[in-house]
């Protein structure tokens, strides 16, 4: 009962592109918020910056990010209310996941990444004379018992088993 208490969650923010310029502002915001819920940040880097389908807050276009965490169960609703709050997000999801890559729970290569791009960005505002962004990274010590990574599924079932494709019915006025 006691592996129930810290599960594995996958949270994915979405901040305006403006947050594109400065991402160390961005990735405090989100190790924040996480430590308000007393999660342990499993990694957590910039995942993509895209096209919305749709404007939110007058935004066209928003930068993700995708953490993996583990935290207690009952702080996800202050968790939630927190980024509801936030003035920086757009908008996030938090999840509980079910398979997360074995490559995630061994090394932090989210925080690694995203440490050497704001690193670049900070040498690349040198050369054009804007001050430079500070790089702060937080390590985290393994977890002790990491979940076995599930092998991928071979066997067809109903949901995956190729079906032929039926033509679409159309309507003529």
């Known amino acids: 009962m006691s592996d129930q208490k810290n599960q594995i969650y996958e949270g994915l923010f979405l ?4 947050a594109a310029s400065n991402l160390q502002h961005a990735v405090d915001h989100v190790t924040e918020l996480l430590s ?18 749709y404007e939110i807050k007058g ?11 583990r935290c207690p169960g009952e ?10 709050l936030s003035e920086h997000l757009l908008r996030s999801l938090v999840t509980r996941a079910e398979h997360v890559p074995a490559e995630v729970v061994e090394a932090a290569e989210g925080r690694a990444k995203i440490a050497d791009e704001i690193k670049l960005r900070g040498e690349a505002d ?10 702060t990274t937080a390590t985290t010590a ?8 599930a092998p991928p599924e071979t066997a067809a079932t109903p949901e995956t ?7 679409a019915v159309t309507e003529s006025s």
Do not use: H, M
Request: hydrophobic share 40%; charged share 20%.
């Open 36 to 53: 308000r819920a007393k999660a342990d940040v499993i990694s957590l880097g910039r995942w993509d910056e895209r096209r919305l389908a």
């Open 15 to 18: 901040f305006p592109q403006a």
């Open 142 to 149: 393994p977890p002790a018992a990491a979940p076995a990574a």
């Open 126 to 135: 040198t050369t054009t004379g804007r001050a430079t962004a500070t790089v």
């Open 59 to 69: 935004n066209k276009r928003g930068v993700y990010f995708l953490a993996y965490f």
């Open 75 to 84: 702080n996800l609703t202050g968790l939630e209310r927190d980024c509801n």
């Open 161 to 167: 088993a190729a079906t032929p494709e039926t033509p």
